[in-house]
Antibody
Framework: EMQLVESGGGLVQPGRSLRLSCVAS????????MHWVRQAPGKGLEWVSG????????RYVDSVKGRFTISRDNARNSLFLEMTSLNPDDTAFYYC???????????????WGQGTLVTVSS | ETVMTQSPATLSVSPGERAILSCRAS??????LAWYQQKPGQAPRLLIY???SRATDIPARFSGSGSGTEFTLTISSLQSEDFAVYYC?????????FGQGTKVEIK
């Protein structure tokens, strides 16, 4: 069974940083692109960032470009999101999501983690 | 970016009835359209991909149709477990984008 488990969320002050992690199991991690999708409480879904299987293609939504950094460690079946200069608009559940294919950043998501909540507030 | 617009925002349906949800893209997305179901406190779950293909273990009462810019998700006979929020997503144009969701509630 495919499983994605996120961690690292919490309460953080504006301007500070946070690092999210996602550990994958139940599938061949380095066959798939991986993504972060967020959802503000009570709101809809927003794709945040994605990385292809070999990290050759990495992209971000404009609102986080220059502040967030996605990375992966295929040896540890892990995906990361380094978030800096956080602001209250970044408050959301952050989901780790598996892309169906390995080399496409634009794709459907066929498995999701349970999410980790990031709250940016003073 | 491709804007996805879902309608209606809320759909009130009685158990056993049919529900039809709509999704419109601001530009052509071919058939690269997925639908997700999200229940309260849970992560989204992939239901439909490629406009009309059901994901693993998705019941046959869920079906998708459409092409280009107009798409539909049909739930043929609503079961209690189907009351949830449904999102469409296009993955034809970068960045992939989601609709704002349709909440299917019990009438």
């Amino acid at each position: 069974e495919m499983q994605l488990v996120e961690s690292g969320g919490g309460l953080v002050q504006p301007g500070r940083s946070l690092r999210l992690s996602c550990v994958a199991s139940g599938f061949t991690f380095d066959d798939h692109a991986m993504h972060w999708v967020r959802q503000a409480p009570g709101k809809g879904l927003e794709w945040v960032s994605g990385v292809t299987w070999n990290s050759e293609d990495i992209r971000y939504v404009d609102s986080v470009k220059g502040r967030f950094t996605i990375s992966r460690d295929n040896a540890r079946n892990s995906l990361f999101l380094e978030m800096t200069s956080l602001n209250p608009d970044d408050t959301a559940f952050y989901y780790c999501a598996k892309g169906f294919r390995g080399s496409l950043i634009t794709d459907r998501f066929d498995s999701w983690g349970q999410g980790t909540l990031v709250t940016v507030s003073s | 970016e491709t804007v996805m617009t879902q309608s209606p925002a809320t759909l009130s349906v009685s158990p056993g009835e049919r529900a039809i949800l709509s999704c419109r893209a601001s530009q052509s997305i071919s058939s690269d359209l997925a639908w997700y179901q999200q229940k309260p406190g849970q992560a989204p779950r992939l239901l439909i991909y490629g406009t009309s293909s059901r994901a693993t273990d998705i019941p046959a009462r869920f079906s998708g149709s459409g092409s280009g810019t107009e798409f539909t998700l049909t739930i043929s006979s609503l079961q209690s477990e189907d009351f949830a929020v449904y999102y469409c997503q296009q993955y034809h144009n970068w960045p992939q984008t989601f609709g704002q969701g349709t909440k299917v509630e019990i009438k």
